[in-house]
């Protein structure tokens, strides 16, 4: 069971973040755990729009389409360079049968401004993988709320193939404190084509100010 901790709050405009990051590993399409996660249970679903990437959806027979900054995956806006928008047929998702990865043929990046809450903690969840076909072996990127990072994540791909990706459940914690709306980005760090790849993203808002507390990785 995940232990607790009441979140902190400031007294300045925006929002404040903080993080808390866990490696969960998790099998090739992975299920939905919230109904056997106590602290899952605490939390109310965010407005966060297909955080698994299914729209649109890649036409057979290709089985990725590079969108490039400036044009959007559904809901998501695509910034940097470029990213990779992966059928199921190139590898294997997390959840459903697209998955992401940040980088394009240079690093990019993908955003989408969800509504919140004043004085509220959000607890941003996904899974995370990375490119197995090419180098670098240790692929990074950044989690960012209205451009400000809140976490730094890495994955590291030995051993790991098209149907075999090993993803691993991470987690951020946000608090808002005047806004009412933020902006969420994923973003690819690592050089050149082949990055992280992210997969069924969740937001959801802690009752009572309680959320998860720092894991270890």
Known sequence: M?????????????????????????????????GSDPVALSMAAGDLADGSFETPVVPYPVTFTEPVAGETIGPWTVGGDSVNLNSDRQWDAADGYQSLDLNGVEPGSVSQTITTLPLTSYVVTYWLAGNPDYGPVLKTGALRVNGATVQ?????????????????????????????????T????SPGAAGPVIDDVRVRSCLLVICPHKAKR
């Open 186 to 189: 994923f973003a690819g760090t």
């Open 152 to 184: 730094n994540f890495s994955f590291d791909i030995t051993n790991r193939s098209r149907r075999d990706m090993g993803y691993v459940r991470r987690t951020a914690v946000f608090t808002t404190l005047l806004g009412t709306s933020v902006t969420l």
């Open 2 to 34: 995940p232990s607790v901790r009441l979140c902190a709050t400031a007294l300045s405009a925006g929002a404040l973040f903080l993080t808390a990051a866990t490696a969960v590993a998790g099998p090739v399409h992975a299920a939905d755990t919230a």
